[in-house]
């Protein structure tokens, strides 16, 4: 209701500009820890593709999952394009996420924060995002946000690189929770990096807390896998086996065809683990 509500203003809008008067574009939205979920997706995907000129998101803890928070970005928040701050922070991407992601992010020319922590982007996701970021479409972005991500030695490496070459503006980054060692040489290159920018900042004011890395206590030293990331997309994958089954057995138009396909969704039903 609140997207579809988003839709509407954004129709109201376009008639008061049309009827001569001045009206302000929609700059924010705030709508976090409310459980959207992926299902209302599709209404969010349009609404924000209508509201071109938000430039500041939040979506943090909504139990978006990854087909969800692919939707969203592929066919909502590409149009964002004066986006300066997006939170989208524990929803869950994997790679589909990460992808998307990848896709959309450099049109975001004047995004300056951007949260993507605890949502198990993975090992290949995190260097997806990591490349991405690298194409150098970025410049603005101050501060990243990637704890708990399940992301190795591989994509730390790409993010060191991104940072070096194609993220001037890069202050802050957070990493902790993610699958590499603390002594990893790309950590040390960061903390480097981002020591270097703090030091030669022209800015009057300098608060600490603003640079650098975060604290690293909670590392785990694996790189090994995406265990986690592929059990989730199988999970997907069977939530919508079952979801259509469920439907084919509603509609099933004789006795014989419907008692197949209720036999088929309680071996599907029977087969699922939450």
Known sequence: MIAEALSTLHAKKE???????????????????????????????????????LKNIKMVQNGIRPDGISLLLRDGLKHSK??????????TFTIKGANALAIVSPGWTEIQELGIGDSLLGGRGG?????????GMNKKLQTLRLQYNDIGAK????????????????????????????????????RSLLLTRKEETNELTVIDEEWG????????????????EDEVEAED?????????????LEGPSVTSGATDIDELAQSLANVKI
């Open 127 to 135: 260097v997806v995002v990591a490349e991405a970021l690298g194409k």
């Open 213 to 228: 890395l975060d604290s690293l206590s909670d590392l785990e030293d694996d790189d090994s896998s995406d265990e986690e």
């Open 155 to 190: 994509g730390l490496q790409a993010l060191a690189l991104a940072t070096k070459d194609s993220l001037p503006a890069l202050r802050k980054l957070e990493l902790n929770g993610n699958k590499f060692s603390e002594d990893d040489e790309s950590i040390e290159v960061l």
């Open 82 to 91: 004066q986006i300066e701050i997006l939170d989208l922070q524990d929803n």
């Open 237 to 249: 994958e069977m939530r919508k086996r079952v979801s259509l089954a469920a439907n084919k057995a």
């Open 15 to 53: 008639e008061a500009r049309k009827a001569g008067l001045d009206i302000p574009h929609l700059e924010t939205v705030i709508c976090g820890r409310n459980r959207l979920e992926t299902g209302s997706m599709k209404a969010w995907a349009k609404a924000y593709s209508l509201h071109t000129g």
